[in-house]
């Protein structure tokens, strides 16, 4: 069950990637991929988080995903997808600079590895009206 509009975004190789927010309030990624029969969905992935509206989405130039969210404490979060699926880190691999303590980087069910949810700060105030 989603509880937000989900975020949906294309690959040069045929691929479409969708992520939206569970009724927990986690990220969850289903990635679309061409096979040798045609194409096919895998399961829904867990990224974690906990967010506070739709997430958005981007592919950098070197097919990687980005993904973006706001947090409980209302700063805006990001995590990139550090290695394309087929890598392997494992739980104990390579933090990224100024993670937060929000996930590990871990392989996905793709195989897909990502970093921690990182801070980019925004932190809004409350203004009186």
């Not at 096919?40 to 992935?45: R, S």
């Not at 550090?82 to 069910?109: I, K, L, M």
Request: aromatic share 8%; with cysteine.
């Amino acid at each position: 069950v989603l509880t937000a509009s989900p975020a949906v975004i294309s690959g040069e190789d045929g691929s479409v990637d969708v992520l939206a927010r569970g009724v927990d309030r986690r990220v969850y990624l289903k990635h679309r991929q061409l096979t040798s029969q045609g194409r096919a969905w895998g399961e829904w992935e867990d990224l974690g988080g906990t967010s506070t509206v739709s997430p958005a989405v981007e592919r950098n130039d070197d097919g990687m995903l980005r993904v973006f969210i706001r947090m409980p404490d209302r700063a805006i979060y990001m995590r990139t997808q550090t290695a394309s699926p087929g890598a392997h880190f494992g739980p104990n691999g390579p933090q990224e600079t100024g993670a937060a303590d929000y996930g590990h980087v871990s392989a996905n069910a793709s195989g897909a590895v990502w970093s921690n949810w990182v801070s980019l700060g925004g932190n809004t105030k409350s203004f009186a009206c």
